[in-house]
């Protein structure tokens, strides 16, 4: 826990320099700021520097991939409370970003995050341990899994009211939670793991949106109703095996995961 919290407080503020170092009209800025300076779990990030830290990757490195990807999170969250979306006028408790600072605003806020994410990421100078064919690979990653096979088409799919569920969460969150499981592997230069690395990140994923179907009553709740708290449960159990397969029975991902879990038991 003391690690997390040490990693966590790291995270915002690698957030807060990179945010602190972004120029342009004053009214963007700002706009662009509001979402990733708030607070959030940061559980996406946290994954990615776990990883790291339980296959001996650096880090630094870790922590700023990771932020990288909190970025792509909080541009999706901004896209995703749009009035063309879900509409939502709050989040995290506050005015949601188009009301705060209007629809343009936010859609074009939302627009420069995901631009500044891969400026980070192809900065080598923001990288102490990494070749530029292991960057060129974690910019690779992270744009498939947040484009249109990845978190953008999971998105599609739901405004569509297609009706795979499974293939919706696994797209729209499930996505970003693999690239933060598979650039950990990446920043920690073990190639031959990263499939198995992907395959937690996926599940991972999925318990996160079950979680969240079950706390809100929507989603896979609709589909299972009370049932789904056994669903999250075996998934939970198989998750810890699998993990506990790789990384031994003692590091970070596993608490993390349980942190998902527990969120069923209020
Ligand atoms: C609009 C391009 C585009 C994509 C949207 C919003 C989205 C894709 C995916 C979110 C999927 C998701 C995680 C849904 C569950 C709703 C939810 C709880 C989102 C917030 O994620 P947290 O809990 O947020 O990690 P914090 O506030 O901790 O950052």
Redesign the pocket.
């Known amino acids: 826990m003391k690690k997390i919290h040490f990693w966590k407080e790291h995270i915002e503020e690698k957030l807060q320099g990179f945010l602190g170092e972004l120029k342009g009209p004053k009214s963007l800025i700002e706009a662009i700021k509001y979402y990733p300076l708030q607070k ?2 940061r ?1 996406r990030p946290l994954f990615t520097v776990a990883v790291a830290d339980s296959l001996g990757g650096d880090i630094e490195d870790a922590i700023t991939v990771g932020s990288a990807i909190e970025l792509i ?1 909080n541009y ?2 901004v ?2 409370d749009l009035p063309c ?1 879900d509409n939502d006028d709050i989040r ?1 408790g506050l005015p949601t970003c188009h009301i705060k600072f209007g629809e343009a605003h936010a859609l074009l806020a939302g627009d420069a995050i995901l631009t500044y994410t891969f400026e980070i990421l192809s900065n080598k100078k923001n990288f102490k341990t990494l070749t530029e064919g292991e960057i060129l690979e974690i910019i690779k990653v992270v744009a498939k899994k947040s484009g249109a096979n990845g ?2 088409g ?2 599609v799919l739901d405004i569509e009211s297609y009706t795979d569920i499974y293939e919706i969460s696994i797209k ?2 499930g996505a970003l939670f693999e690239a933060c499981f598979i650039c950990g592997g990446i920043v920690s230069k073990k190639q031959g793991i990263l499939k198995d690395l992907e395959k937690i990140g996926k599940n991972v994923g999925l318990l ?2 079950m979680v ?1 179907d079950y706390l809100d009553k929507d989603g896979f709740y609709s589909l299972k109703g009370e049932a789904l708290r056994d669903d999250i449960k075996r998934l939970r159990n198989e998750l810890i095996e699998e993990t506990e397969k790789i990384f031994g029975k003692r590091n970070e991902i596993l608490f993390l995961i349980n942190l998902i879990y527990k969120r069923i038991n209020g």
């Open positions: 959030g779990k559980i999170h999706s969250l896209h995703d979306m995290r978190m953008v999971g998105q729209k969150t996160f949106q969240d």
